[in-house]
């Protein structure tokens, strides 16, 4: 059974990568409204007169069978943007809950052992055993 830190750092990477796929279908989705926008609006580079505009729509609703219905309902950008900000701030606040949970039940890190070298490197107030400040001028000699 993975540690504690293990399952947290999962987790995260979960959310993350959650996070990431949301943005990219975002970008897909807006570029996707905005390339299609722009393509039905133009004919070879050039733009399409009002009468000839409608006169599209109208063949394109015969086809299709589509009858004049009046919009009703939520903009559809609308609904992506309280859908994408719903899940950016359900994604915050389970981010601070669980940072709340790890900082309540994680044991505080443990700190890394210190080496008997280091250990005697530290203790630089010993020389062989004697105390620098108990050495005398004639044991110091440089003869």
């Known amino acids: 059974m993975p540690s504690p830190?293990?399952?947290?750092?999962?987790?995260?990477?979960?959310?993350l990568w959650i996070i990431r796929t949301i943005i990219s279908s975002v970008v897909s989705l807006f570029?996707?409204?905005?390339?299609?926008?722009?393509f039905s609006s133009t004919k070879r580079g050039g733009r399409r007169s009002k009468e000839?505009?409608?006169?599209?729509?109208?063949?394109?609703?015969?086809?299709?069978?589509?009858?004049?219905?009046e919009a009703k309902g939520f903009n559809p950008g609308l609904?992506?943007?309280?859908?994408?900000?719903?899940?950016?701030?359900?994604?915050l606040v389970g981010n601070?809950?669980?940072?709340?949970?790890a900082q309540k039940t994680l044991p505080p890190r443990r700190k890394k052992p210190v080496s008997k070298k280091k250990l005697k490197q530290g203790?630089?107030?010993?020389v062989g055993g004697e105390n620098w400040k108990s050495l005398s001028a004639s044991k110091l000699s440089l003869s």
């Open 5 to 15: 830190r293990e399952t947290l750092k999962l987790v995260m990477n979960l959310a």
């Open 31 to 38: 570029y996707f409204i905005l390339s299609f926008k722009s």
């Open 52 to 69: 000839a505009e409608d006169a599209h729509v109208n063949q394109i609703r015969l086809k299709f069978g589509v009858k004049d219905v």
């Open 79 to 91: 609904i992506v943007l309280l859908v994408v900000g719903g899940l950016l701030i359900t994604f």
């Open 96 to 101: 601070y809950v669980l940072y709340m949970y």
């Open 123 to 126: 203790q630089v107030g010993k």
